[in-house]
Each structure stands twice: as structure tokens, then as C-alpha cells.
């Protein structure tokens, strides 16, 4: 195989090659707002096939289809109460909506694992929103990264990870938010958070008050399969909330912390030197990708509230320990 074609989304045949590309059944990497994804047309099953090959993934963990606004995704699933507030308030925008699909859903069965809801989610990302409107149908994507490993946030991590399988790359520069969309079960009355995400907590409950369960659907047994428990995994061995470094470790640390015996660090990597959440979300996967060549990775608290819950949810994946 060939390895990808990088394209400047700003060339103004890029966005037609790459729609072309899809419709033919092969895989395009696009930048959303959020990670860089790894899209198929969703209604060929065999495009579909191609990512779960081309990722490593497990076939029956479901993809995100991504569509380039409202009306096309209630095209695909029926939206409740809760659901069409969550789309009003934050589409397009960083936010994955679970919902009942449609009997009219084009989107194929590969795809949703065989389940009998759908993700849906509409990016707020100019390239992203130029190649659904020019493919015209959903486009399935998951994060451009190989399966259980970390998330890319720029061409260069797309193309190092899945090169060969992949014939366009759109690279439009590193992603603004840098960490997965929100994903919410809206397929009851409640909605409920399966994967915590670039969305907080506290911005989903202003918007739908006390329709979001307490409990996240990890709690309620409601299992996104993404969330197995180790994901979002380097190669090194991650150490989590670290208040020192040990001889020959490599350091993650957050507002400009110290921990003790830092000096000994192979490298560090400081998320956000100011405590800035935002900041440290954009610049997580490329902390654990830049510092993965270390044997091991110490890594600094991370507050929790806000964007951090997100944060510390990817890095706690990271540190589980590996099935292999
Ligand atoms: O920001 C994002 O969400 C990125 C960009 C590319 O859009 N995509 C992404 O996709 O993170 P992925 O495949 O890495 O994660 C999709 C998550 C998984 O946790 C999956 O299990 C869950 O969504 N999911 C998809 N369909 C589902 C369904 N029908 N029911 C429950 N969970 C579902
Ligand atoms: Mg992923």
C-alpha cells in the first residue's frame, strides 16, 4: 500500500477529492474541533470494515456517524425532549447524542455494532462541515489513532499511526479542544453521560437541569464499549497523580507544579503552566505521544472539576492496566 495523500483542505479541489474518496469507499482522516477522525461513508459496510482494520478496534464498539447539521441528523435517529435541547444548545459542537435509530437510517449496521441506537453528532469545524455537506450523507469516524492507544490531534499523529490505510489526510493544523466529544445516552427519558468529554458536566446540567442523571452510565451498567477500562494507552507505563519522579521517568505536570526529584526527569512536559484546563485538554495526547519513548510517565495531579473530569477520565485509561 501507499502511504496517505496529506491535503491543504484550503486547495480548492481538496475537499471535492476527499468527499470522492469517501463515496469510492475509502478512508479520509478529517480534523474536527475536537481529535482528528478517521471517517468512512456509513453506509458501506465494507468502508466501515475498512476502519475497524485499519484501527485494530474491536468490531462491536460503535462509531460516531458525523453529519453536517440538524436536519440531516434527524435523518438517522428520533430526538426526545432531552435530546433535541442537548442539539439546540450545543451543535454544532464537541457533543455525541446516543438516540433511537431511525428505520431510515442509512447508516450501517458494522457501524452501530448492531445495536438499535445511533451517535450522532454535528462537528463545529469549517474543514469537517465542508466534506459532510460535499459528501452529502453520515460519515462514520472514530479518533485517527490506532485502537486503545492515544488520540490524534494533528496530521502527523494520524499519518505515524494509520498511514497506510488511510488515502487522504485533510490537515488543517492541530485541533483546537484536543480531547473527545461528550457522549450522552439520550435514548430514554433521562440523559446520561457515557464518556465525560469536551462538554462539561456542569455545561450539559445548565442546559437540561435535572433531565441529566446523577449517575454516569459507567455506574448505571449502561457500558459505552469505548470505555474499556484501558484506552487512550501509551506505550510507557503511566503513574498517576505523582508528587515525585523517579530516577529516569519522564514527568506530566500541571500549573507549573514542582514534584520532588523532578531533576531526575528524562523529559517533562508541563500541561498548562498557568492551570489552565483548556489549555491542558488541547495539549494531553501530545504530552503522552511526545514523552511515550520513556519507560515510564509520572504524572502530576490534574484538578477535577470542569474540562478535568474529562482529563483525568483519559488519563486513568492510559494508566489501566493492559490486557497484553
Ligand atoms: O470527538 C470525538 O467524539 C471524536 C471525533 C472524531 O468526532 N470521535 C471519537 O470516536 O472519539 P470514538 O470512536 O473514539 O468514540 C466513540 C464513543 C465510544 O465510546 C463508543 O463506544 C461510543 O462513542 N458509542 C458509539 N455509538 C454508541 C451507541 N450506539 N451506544 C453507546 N455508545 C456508543
Ligand atoms: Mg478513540
Known sequence: MTSARVLDPHDASAIAEAAAALKAGALVSFPTET????????ANARAVARIYSAKGRPSFNPLIAHLADMDAARQQGTFNEVASALADRFWPGPLTLVVPRKDTS???????????????????NAVAHALLSAFGGPVVAPSAN???????????HVAGDLGEAVSIILDAGPTGIGIESTVIDCTADMARILRPGAVT?????N???DKLAQESGENSGIIAPGMLASHYAPNARVRLNATDVQAGEAAITFNAFQPAGIENASSVFDLSPTGDLE???ANLF??????????????C???????????NDRLRRAAAPRDS
Open 201 to 205: 458536566r456542569e455545561a450539559v446540567r
Open 35 to 42: 481529535v482528528y477522525g478517521l471517517g468512512a461513508d456509513a
Open 301 to 311: 495531579p490534574v484538578p477535577c472539576d470542569g474540562l478535568g473530569e474529562a482529563i
Open 146 to 156: 490506532r485502537s486503545g492507544y492515544v488520540s490524534a490531534t494533528t496530521a502527523q
Open 106 to 124: 442509512t447508516v450501517s449496521d458494522l457501524a452501530t455494532a448492531g445495536l438499535d441506537s445511533v451517535a450522532l453528532r454535528v462537528p463545529d
Open 286 to 299: 501530545t504530552a503522552l505521544r511526545e514523552l511515550d519513548t520513556a519507560g515510564s510517565i509520572a504524572v
Open 207 to 209: 442546559a437540561i437541569g
Open 279 to 281: 489549555e491542558a485538554a
